[in-house]
Nanobody, 117 residues
């Protein structure tokens, strides 16, 4: 049973920073990409950051320059460093791991991030 556990969410003021962590446990072949997604109230889930096994990352324009994703392949972990947070970053953040070669996706339970003064 593969499990993803996120941590690090919370309440932060606009302009502040948070660091989210994702740990993958269980029997998994190999993790191709790891990604962070978010879902704000009343909105669809959207990609926040994604990183390949070789360390190539990609971000949407809404977070580019503010968020940084990293991963540790040996530990099957990923982190999301979020700086200069804005109220519109408020959402539940989810970690996803894409397994190779099965192409299965595994999701975490989500962690709440609230940006408010």
């Amino acid at each position: 049973q593969v499990q993803l556990v996120e941590s690090g969410g919370g309440l932060v003021q606009p302009g502040g920073s948070l660091r989210l962590s994702c740990a993958v446990s269980g029997s998994i072949f190999s993790i191709a990409t790891m990604g962070w997604y978010r879902r704000a109230p009343g909105k669809q889930r959207e990609l926040v950051a994604i990183i390949t096994r070789s360390g190539v990352s990609n971000y949407p324009d809404s977070v580019k320059g503010r968020f940084t994703i990293s991963r540790d392949n040996a530990k099957n972990t990923a982190t999301l460093q979020m700086n200069s947070l804005k109220p519109e970053d408020t959402a539940v953040y989810y970690c996803k791991a894409a397994e190779y070669p099965t192409n299965r996706d595994y999701w975490g339970q989500g962690t709440q991030v609230t940006v408010s003064s």
